[in-house]
């Protein structure tokens, strides 16, 4: 069964840092693209980031760009994000996601771990 | 990138069809095939409905189709029922190799 686990999210003050881990399981993530998606309290998704399947090319939402990093370990099965110089803005669910490459489809998510950014 | 728009509401009856737009510009819905869209009930994981603009994933209910005209998106839901209920997210990529959603719409079953 294919299953991915979030982890690490938290209470955490403001300029502070954060690491999220994905979990993978049932199947390898070296041949998807991974992402985060995240969702702030009352309003829609957001898209964050995502990495390829070789970790050699990573895109940013402009809303992160310089603060969040993104990375992978296919031997663990696992992906990333490391976030830094947190905002109020920044408390949301982030969902870790799978996507098919060569398409729009992001068929497994995550359920969520909640990063809430407050003094 | 600015979100794509979203009428922030839509309702109908059990039955009925509605249909959401999602609109954008050349250079992310006008531009390529990769729009998809995303049903999300509050507390749960968001569930593909429809991926590169009409595909529908396996164990989607063909209830569900999707389209695009120019820079805007459609999502069409036929025979209405209550478990449809939830909100509704188009997701577009753009010619920057980034991502952008929707700002959501909220489906009401009356």
């Known amino acids: 069964e294919v299953q991915l686990v979030e982890s690490g999210g938290g209470l955490v003050q403001p300029g502070g840092s954060l690491g999220l881990s994905c979990a993978a399981s049932?199947?390898?993530?070296?041949?998807?693209?991974m992402g985060w998606v995240r969702q702030t309290p009352g309003k829609g998704l957001e898209w964050v980031a995502n990495?390829?399947?070789?970790?050699?090319?990573?895109n940013y939402a402009d809303s992160v760009k310089g603060r969040f990093t993104i990375s992978r370990d296919n031997a663990k099965n696992s992906m990333y994000l490391h976030m830094n110089s947190l905002r109020a803005e920044d408390t949301a669910v982030y969902y870790c996601?799978?996507?098919?490459?060569?398409?729009?489809?992001?068929?497994?998510w995550g359920q969520g771990t909640l990063v809430i950014v407050s003094s | 990138h600015s979100a794509l728009t979203q009428p922030a509401s839509v309702s109908g009856s059990p039955g009925q069809s509605i249909t959401i737009s999602c609109r954008g510009t050349?250079?992310?819905?006008?531009?390529?095939?990769?729009v998809s869209w995303y049903q999300h009930h509050p507390g749960k994981a968001p569930k593909v409905i429809i991926y590169?603009?009409?595909h529908r994933p396996s164990g989607v209910s063909n209830r569900f189709s999707g389209s695009k005209s120019g820079n805007t998106a459609s999502l069409t839901i036929s025979g209405l029922q209550a478990e449809d209920e939830a909100d509704y997210y188009c997701?577009?990529?753009?010619?920057?190799?980034?991502?952008?959603f929707g700002g959501g719409t909220k489906l009401t079953v009356l």
């Open positions: 996601m799978r996507r098919v490459e060569g398409s729009s489809l992001r068929d497994y």
């Open positions: 049932g199947f390898t993530v070296n041949m998807y693209w």
């Open positions: 990495i390829k399947k070789d970790g050699s090319e990573k």
């Open positions: 050349s250079s992310d819905v006008g531009g390529y095939i990769y």
């Open positions: 590169d603009v009409s």
């Open positions: 997701c577009s990529c753009t010619d920057n190799r980034t991502w952008v």
